[in-house]
């Protein structure tokens, strides 16, 4: 049974900084496709940095680059999102999204919620200014 489980959310200061965890289990994350979401209130969940370890892809959205660090660590099945000059529009629920396999065009479709089939529950991010 794939489960994932988001720790390491927390509130911090304007140009602070946080590491998010996905801890999997149930499958083994360098065969998977791995992405963090996220959604503030009143607006829609967006994709904020994916990767496929099998080819050492990663992609970040515009919004975070030079800012968010995506890495993944195979001998603790982890996915890490390390964010660092936050803002208070980096305040959402985050969340770990995966799907089994490698996907030609994944470049293209990273940050679709439909590409992943399994959530985990999130944590919150709240940066005040």
């Known amino acids: 049974q794939v489960q994932l489980v988001e720790i390491g959310g927390g509130s911090v200061q304007a140009g602070g900084s946080l590491i998010l965890a996905c801890v999997a289990s149930?499958?083994?994350?360098?065969?998977?496709?791995m992405a963090w979401f996220r959604q503030a209130p009143g607006k829609e969940r967006e994709g904020v940095a994916a990767?496929?370890?099998?080819?050492?892809?990663?992609y970040l959205a515009d919004s975070v680059k030079g800012r968010f660090t995506v890495s993944q660590d195979n001998a603790k099945n982890t996915l890490y999102l390390q964010m660092k000059s936050l803002k208070p529009d980096d305040s959402a629920m985050y969340y770990c999204?995966?799907?089994?396999?490698?996907?030609?065009?994944?470049?293209?479709?990273?940050?679709?919620?439909?590409?992943?089939?399994?959530w985990g529950q999130g944590t919150q991010v709240t940066v005040s200014s």
């Open positions: 990767m496929y370890s099998g080819r050492s892809s990663q």
């Open positions: 149930g499958y083994t994350v360098s065969t998977y496709r």
């Open positions: 999204a995966a799907e089994p396999g490698e996907r030609y065009g994944y470049g293209g479709s990273w940050a679709r919620i439909s590409e992943y089939h399994y």
